[in-house]
């Protein structure tokens, strides 16, 4: 079974700071999804990054990238110049290629961006 | 579009009585989930089905927990009877079948049982 594992119950930056979110996960699987997901105080789930375990480059959406190291199950978000919008419950997911589309979550991260 | 509908946006019951959370699909995704999100468990899948047919219901924790898909515009998660430990917030989802795995969530259900 996969298992996704946020270390970093709460983070808190200054407006504009760059923070970096950690994620690792467990699996036996060789290709697979791995994906972030914001939930702000509203409780949308709102995705924000996608990344292919079988791309190599990171992948990126505006100010949001993601570091994605396949032999070390590692898959943190950095977030620049971060914006009080940004303030939000981040959510660590995956998702085997084959099979169900099933997601399994993290616990969490919850990120305040102070003015 | 208009996303991914749920109702009620909020739900209070008492002990014992049974609850019925709906959700609408986006037009056009032929896989629905149903998700519930606790502090203690995180998010948890409950039931997913594919086409409308349940293919996996192994996180539906109870009996006391069904869910239904009639058609591709719409489901249903029934709980019979409550407990207050179903006291949550459940999530709809809904995406196309492989070739975009990217799941569209809904507003959730916050329930809610005294």
């Known amino acids: 079974a996969q298992t996704v594992t946020q270390s970093q119950p709460e983070m808190s930056v200054q407006e504009a700071e760059t923070v970096t979110l950690s994620c690792t996960y467990d699996t036996s699987e060789n290709n697979y999804y791995l994906f972030w997901y914001k939930q702000p105080p509203s409780r949308q789930m709102i995705l924000v990054i996608r990344?292919?375990?079988?791309?190599?480059q990171n992948a990126t959406e505006n100010r949001f990238s993601v570091n994605f190291q396949k032999a070390a199950k590692s898959f943190s978000l950095k977030i620049s110049d971060s914006q009080l919008g940004d303030t939000a419950m981040y959510f660590c997911?995956?998702?085997?290629?084959?099979?169900?589309?099933?997601?399994?979550f993290g616990q969490g991260t919850r990120l305040t961006i102070n003015p | 579009d208009a996303g991914v509908i749920q109702s009620p946006r909020h739900e209070v019951t008492e002990m014992g009585q049974e609850v019925t959370l709906r959700c609408k699909p986006i037009s056009g995704h032929n896989s629905l989930f149903w998700y519930r999100q606790t502090m203690m468990r995180g998010l948890e899948l409950l039931i997913y089905f594919n086409n409308n047919v349940p293919i996996d219901d192994s996180g539906m924790p109870e009996d006391r927990f069904s869910a239904k898909m009639p058609n591709a515009s719409f489901s249903t998660l029934k709980i019979q009877p409550s407990e207050p430990r179903d006291s949550a917030v459940y999530f709809c989802?809904?995406?196309?079948?492989?070739?975009?795995?990217?799941?569209?969530f809904g507003s959730g259900t916050q329930l809610s049982v005294l």
């Open positions: 997911a995956f998702m085997k290629q084959k099979g169900a589309q099933k997601l399994v």
């Open positions: 989802a809904s995406s196309q079948t492989r070739g975009s795995e990217k799941l569209f």
């Open positions: 990344q292919e375990a079988y791309k190599q």
